[in-house]
């Protein structure tokens, strides 16, 4: 079988781990910016910088392999080389699983609150080392830095979440027995041994580390592959929890292509969490099944946003552009789909296109950018491709629609289309790039129609000065997670509830309890005293038998059961 490791959600080649050599890069001037508009200014910037050869030694040293092959990634500002580091074999993945296990066992062995620890410590360590962790983010992803933070919070909050809430979540519980007073009952949780975590490349700091951290502290060890041209911000964390005291062998990272270790990543694992395409979900649930291995799968989406007719256009205009356009519109969660009413579409479009064509693109390791650059060379081909068939079928353009190669070689304009129609891909496929297309509408049965008409069902965004209205329309929505007057992070960020996909956008869930739990096995421990179910001394059946048909009645009136 094809491994079932393949790009994050939306990727348009089917090759994991891709290098994006940026061919065809037409400029690297230093830190270039620009508005989408067109204009360019040059200053200090990312074009140009490296990381520190002995920062790289250090990171690329947690990763399982015995050094047979190399991969060399490069910058997506730049198109040069960032860092080689070491691929991992097949039997580099066996051999990360027998360490695993082996540190498993004594890991599982500890209380939950010592389990704890380490990441307890990682919040501060991760705020006095913020600088360094956000420029690896920007230089292996390319993303503008207000949007490599929101990773760095991500973990900060996620870990600390889950590190104050794991001992009680984890902790043995009381239920009721089947006979009260005589039937004592324990839930008990125990890890499910090694979880395979496949983590992708747009969002490779959070999505690898704050899922890892709930694994790890439900008492299980992690083989963790992340995508190979982001896999320096996971190795980085790696590094920096192991000097704050977790074991070494616990959290063990693979690097490499999927048709070499995707296999046995996959068919050694005793639980397996994937964040990616849906067609990668697909291939893992077929790789498990016949070993009837537990999984957790965050798929794609085509996020529609719905702004009502009492919006607030300005406040919701500006809450679009982030929306649609946090990290380049590469993230599983971000608005594709935007319905306005009829009432306020002649208002809110003009507005909304007006500050997507005053955004700044660059490549500046600052807070300046409003937005950076794809990641793959593969990405800019697939928006260019989904826009350029768009408009030759008839959408119009009203902001972006090109490549801004003089920014940066993966760099595309912040787009807004609109008569987008079935027959473009656009319309019903995911883009994972920065692209957007409006469309108008009536009333609220249509809008929901239209908002549910697809098979995914990840996020949604609803925008009224009525939350109560709001609340009411968002039940009707097909999506795991929606947002009142706010585009993801509102549900996303809420760590006490959980998120994930309806439908064709995944199977489980990470955040609130679930997210740690799925980590585990469940047992149930029960233990019968003084009386069994069965007729006690010389009472015969039919007397035992109406004497609990009875018992049924009083304990419903006592409410006992």
Known sequence: MASPTVPAEGAADPADGATSTAEGATSTAEGATSTAEGATSTAEGAAGHTLPQTLIDRLVSH?????????????????????????????????????????????????????????????????????????????????????????FLDVALCSLYYARRAPRLLKPRRRKGMMPGLTRVQELRHPKGVVALIAPWNYPFALGASDIAPALMAGNAVIHKPDTQTCLSSLWVLDLLVSLGLPRDLWQIVVGEPAEIGDPLV??????????????????????????????????????????????????????????????????????????????????????????????????????????????????????????????????????????????????????????????????????????????????????????????????????????????LAARIQAGTVNINDGYSAAYASYDSPMGGMKQSGVGRRHGSEGLLKFTEVQTVASQHIMDLEPPGAIGYDTFADYMATGIKLMKKLRIK
């Not at 015995?66 to 040069?80: K, N, V």
């Not at 991992?88 to 066996?94: G, L, Q, Y």
């Not at 082996?102 to 990682?122: I, M, N, S, T, V």
């Not at 009837?292 to 552009?321: C, F, H, Q, T, W």
């Open 63 to 151: 990763v399982a392999s015995d050094g047979a092959g190399t991969a060399t990634i490069a910058s997506p500002f730049t198109g040069e080389p960032l860092a080689t580091v070491p691929l991992s074999s097949p039997e580099d993945v066996r051999a990360a699983y027998e360490r695993a296990r082996e540190a498993q066992r004594a890991w599982a062995a500890l209380p939950a609150g010592e389990r704890a620890k380490p990441f307890l410590r990682l919040a501060d360590a991760l705020v006095d080392r913020r600088a360094e962790i956000l420029d690896i983010i920007q230089l292996e992803t390319g993303k503008a830095r207000r949007h490599a933070m929101e990773e």
């Open 267 to 472: 068919e050694n694992a005793d639980y397996v969490s994937f964040t990616g395409s849906t067609r990668g979900g697909r291939a893992i649930a077929e790789k498990v099944a016949p070993r009837l291995v537990a999984y957790s799968l965050e798929l794609g989406g085509k996020n529609p946003m719905i702004v009502m007719p009492d919006a607030d256009v300005e406040r919701a205009a500006r809450g679009a552009v982030r929306a649609c356009f946090t990290n380049a519109g590469q993230l599983c969660i971000s608005i594709e789909r935007m319905y306005v009413h009829e009432d306020v579409y002649d208002r809110f479009v003009p507005r909304f296109v007006e500050l997507v064509k005053g955004m700044r693109l660059g490549a500046g390791l600052d807070f300046d950018a409003e937005m950076g650059s794809l990641t793959h060379r593969r990405q800019l081909d697939a928006v260019t491709a989904h826009v350029d068939q768009a408009v030759e079928k008839g959408a119009t353009v009203l902001a972006g629609g090109k490549a801004r190669p003089d920014v940066g070689p993966l760099f595309y304009e912040p787009t807004v289309l609109a008569d987008v129609d079935g027959d473009m891909d656009l319309c019903a496929n995911e883009t994972f790039g920065p692209v957007v297309a409006v469309y108008k509408y009536r009333d609220e049965d249509e809008v929901v129609a239209r908002a549910n008409d697809t098979p995914y069902g990840l996020n949604a965004s609803v925008w009224t000065k009525n939350p109560a209205r709001g609340r009411r």
